[in-house]
């Protein structure tokens, strides 16, 4: 009878695990872009959605992560090797197989494309923030009331300078 943890049913549930969180990050990339175009077109409502529809994506890789922890302490204890010690190179050596090295692969590139979008957005909604914060800034030193209370509590005339003064 055949060993229910065999390395080459743990083998194959890692190849299939890791496939389905890479598919989970291929979906993650492409809300990301999706993100990028809103971010420009300045739509705060798609902009929440998009966000909600990451935030659900990356809440599902997080059970994946877990499956795939335990899966490699099953290979570390068949091993004989601690789980930190086991990468993706490693499975690629213990099974001769290149399946996992173009996994590997494509985790790197896929994640370190994530990353320059993510940055690039991050940079967007900051500079969106600055020019909201100039624009609000200088809509309130225009509107300001032209007076004030002082310390006796009696209305004080302020002198106004500001954009739209009148040349005498």
Same mark, same amino acid.
């Given at each position: 009878?055949?060993?229910? $943890?065999?390395?080459?049913?743990?083998?194959?549930?890692?190849?299939?695990?890791?496939?389905?969180? !890479?598919? !989970?990050?291929?979906?993650?990339?492409?809300?990301?872009?999706?993100?990028?175009k809103?971010?420009?077109? $300045? $739509?705060?409502?798609?902009?929440?959605?998009?966000d909600?529809?990451?935030?659900?994506?990356?809440?599902?890789?997080?059970? !994946?992560?877990?499956t795939?922890?335990?899966?490699?302490?099953?290979?570390?204890?068949k091993?004989?090797?601690?789980?930190?010690?086991?990468?993706?190179?490693?499975?690629?050596?213990?099974?001769?197989?290149?399946?996992?090295?173009?996994?590997?692969?494509?985790?790197?590139?896929?994640?370190?494309?994530?990353?320059?979008?993510?940055?690039?957005?991050?940079?967007?909604?900051?500079?969106?923030?600055?020019?909201?914060?100039?624009?609000?800034?200088?809509?309130?030193?225009?509107?300001?009331?032209?007076?004030?209370?002082?310390d006796?509590?009696?209305?004080?005339?302020?002198?106004?300078?500001?954009?739209?003064?009148?040349?005498?």
């Open positions: 009878m055949d060993d229910p $943890n065999s390395l080459e049913e743990i083998k194959d549930d890692l190849v299939k695990l890791l496939n389905d969180e !890479l598919n !989970l990050y291929k979906k993650i990339l492409e809300l990301s872009k999706e993100k990028t809103i971010i420009l077109e $300045n $739509n705060l409502e798609k902009l929440k959605d998009i909600s529809r990451i935030n659900e994506e990356i809440e599902k890789i997080y059970p !994946l992560e877990e795939r922890e335990k899966i490699i302490s099953k290979i570390g204890e091993q004989r090797l601690p789980s930190s010690q086991i990468n993706l190179s490693f499975l690629s050596s213990l099974w001769g197989e290149t399946s996992f090295k173009k996994l590997q692969e494509e985790f790197a590139s896929l994640l370190g494309e994530l990353k320059e979008i993510n940055q690039r957005n991050n940079l967007l909604i900051k500079q969106a923030q600055s020019v909201l914060s100039f624009i609000s800034g200088s809509l309130y030193s225009i509107m300001e009331l032209p007076f004030s209370y002082n006796d509590g009696k209305i004080e005339i302020k002198q106004r300078g500001g954009y739209f003064e009148k040349e005498v």
